[in-house]
């Protein structure tokens, strides 16, 4: 009878989560979904246009994301909490294991300015540890007019697992391009991305 119970509970929980997906717009993976709302709990009561992901000491090449968020109307949106999180050093999400039932090791937030300005400072990610895919950035964005969204993954032109199609796809997006060119400056990288918002939210 306990097996039947700890097996009907775990179902229950599976369904639980899978309909809060299933409901929001973007139909958001479940795993990362629960990911998102661990996030919460590091999120700032408030914030300023600029913040850290990576930790000073944390091991990897320093790298600053300035960044600039615009309308859909191509006006600078001020006042959007920005969220970004990335692989470490080594190519990992979660840490050394890679636990997937914890939310992101490396995570900030911020929120832009009257310009839609923001900076992050942390260390450039490496590829997945697995070579799946190119190191690359993740941004979620939120908007009092225009909901929770998720923003175009950021990578970087000098990464050979970038490919010809995502070179391309980021070409045609124009000023909003999303393979960014690194540039350097006394040991610490830097990339400058421009996102538009939807006028709809994603979950």
């Given amino acids: 009878m306990k097996i039947r119970h700890t097996a009907l509970v775990s179902i229950l929980l599976l369904a639980g989560t899978i309909l809060t997906a299933t409901e929001s717009r973007g139909q958001a993976d479940p795993a990362w979904l629960k990911s998102w709302n661990e996030a919460q709990e590091s999120r700032p009561a408030s914030m300023k246009s600029s913040g850290r992901i990576a930790s000073e000491n944390e091991p990897g090449i320093p790298l600053i994301i300035s960044g600039r968020i615009f309308g859909p109307d ?29 939310t992101w090791k490396l995570q900030g937030w911020v929120k832009t300015d009257a310009e839609g300005r923001f ?9 997945d540890h697995l070579g799946r895919e190119g190191a690359h950035i993740h941004f979620t964005l939120e908007s009092s007019d225009f909901g929770r969204q998720w923003a175009p993954k950021v990578f970087f032109s000098d990464d050979p697992l970038v490919t010809a199609n995502q070179r391309r ?11 960014l060119e690194v540039q350097t400056a006394d ?14 939210g994603d979950f």
């Fill in 74 to 102: 191509d006006m600078p949106a001020d006042g959007v909490v920005v969220h970004a999180y990335h692989r470490d050093h080594n190519g990992f999400d979660f840490g050394p294991d890679d636990n997937s039932l914890a």
């Fill in 119 to 127: 900076e992050f400072r942390t260390i450039r990610p490496a590829p």
């Fill in 169 to 179: 796809r980021s070409k045609d997006a124009g000023e909003f391009a999303w393979v």
């Fill in 187 to 200: 040991k610490v990288q830097h990339v400058d991305v421009r996102i538009r918002l939807k006028e709809e």
